[in-house]
């Protein structure tokens, strides 16, 4: 599919902004958290660069939590859709946990590396990731994507359209707000930008 793909495609990854949770390093799954002020800030600075893109035609589709509605509402992205497939990774147990605290008892943990308990695990993740991957290659032959999402999630999106195991998503730190920009060049698939948030903006 990548051969059919204008050189120029992007899609774009756009993790939320800051929350009290993503503040504190708890993990936020199925929690429905609002963005901080400085979040509601931080989210609106980025509309300027985000404009900057250039983007053509831009489907722009978010996950349902308000902290991704919000950040796209703020960015000035006019939605399409909200689309479940494009929550964050469920936690299960570990829900508000921070790693400090779940390295208490799990030595090591990594989200990437070890199981949650009652949540999602990585097997089900890839699938999730591979699933909207190619339900959007085809969107991309004739527009851009635009994905407003949470942090963990997008990075295994980064990690499979790079053709990666989805482990490889720990090599892709990704700030709140921040986006990348994922395409391709001479037919293969390529990171066109990494982490972009207000701080690099200005």
Same mark, same amino acid.
């Given at each position: 599919?990548?051969?059919?793909?204008r050189?120029?495609?992007?899609?774009?990854? &756009?993790?939320?902004?800051? /929350?009290? @949770?993503? *503040?504190?390093?708890?993990?936020?799954?199925?929690?429905?958290?609002p963005?901080?002020?400085?979040? !509601?800030?931080?989210?609106t600075?980025?509309?300027?660069?985000?404009?900057?893109?250039?983007?053509? #035609?831009? *489907?722009?589709?978010?996950?349902?939590?308000?902290?991704?509605?919000?950040?796209?509402? *703020?960015?000035?992205?006019?939605i399409?859709?909200? @689309?479940g497939? *494009?929550?964050? @990774?469920?936690?299960?147990?570990?829900?508000?946990?921070?790693?400090?605290?779940?390295?208490? /008892?799990?030595? #090591?943990?990594?989200? @990437?590396?070890?199981?949650?308990?009652?949540?999602?695990?990585?097997?089900?993740?890839?699938?999730?990731?591979?699933?909207?991957?190619?339900?959007?290659?085809?969107?991309?032959?004739?527009?851009?994507?635009? &994905?407003?999402?949470?942090?963990?999630?997008?990075?295994a999106?980064?990690?499979?359209?790079?053709?990666?195991?989805?482990? !490889?998503?720990?090599?892709?730190?990704?700030?709140?707000?921040a986006?990348?920009?994922?395409?391709?060049?001479?037919? /293969?698939?390529? &990171?066109?930008?990494?982490?972009?948030?207000?701080?690099?903006?200005?």
């Open positions: 599919m990548m051969e059919s793909m050189t120029e495609a992007q899609l774009v990854l &756009l993790r939320h902004g800051q /929350t009290d @949770w993503s *503040l504190s390093g708890r993990h936020t799954g199925t929690t429905d958290v963005l901080t002020e400085l979040g !509601e800030k931080l989210a600075s980025l509309g300027a660069e985000l404009a900057d893109l250039g983007l053509h #035609n831009p *489907l722009v589709l978010t996950s349902p939590r308000i902290r991704a509605v919000r950040t796209a509402e *703020l960015a000035g992205l006019v399409d859709r909200t @689309w497939d *494009l929550v964050e @990774w469920d936690y299960g147990d570990y829900e508000g946990l921070t790693t400090s605290q779940i390295r208490q /008892t799990v030595p #090591n943990w990594t989200v @990437w590396t070890h199981p949650c308990p009652g949540g999602e695990s990585h097997e089900a993740v890839q699938a999730r990731a591979d699933t909207v991957l190619s339900v959007l290659r085809p969107q991309l032959i004739d527009r851009d994507v635009v &994905l407003v999402g949470h942090g963990h999630f997008s990075r999106l980064i990690a499979r359209w790079l053709e990666l195991p989805i482990v !490889e998503g720990r090599r892709f730190v990704l700030s709140a707000p986006y990348s920009a994922l395409g391709v060049e001479h037919d /293969t698939a390529a &990171l066109r930008c990494h982490n972009r948030h207000p701080a690099m903006i200005d």
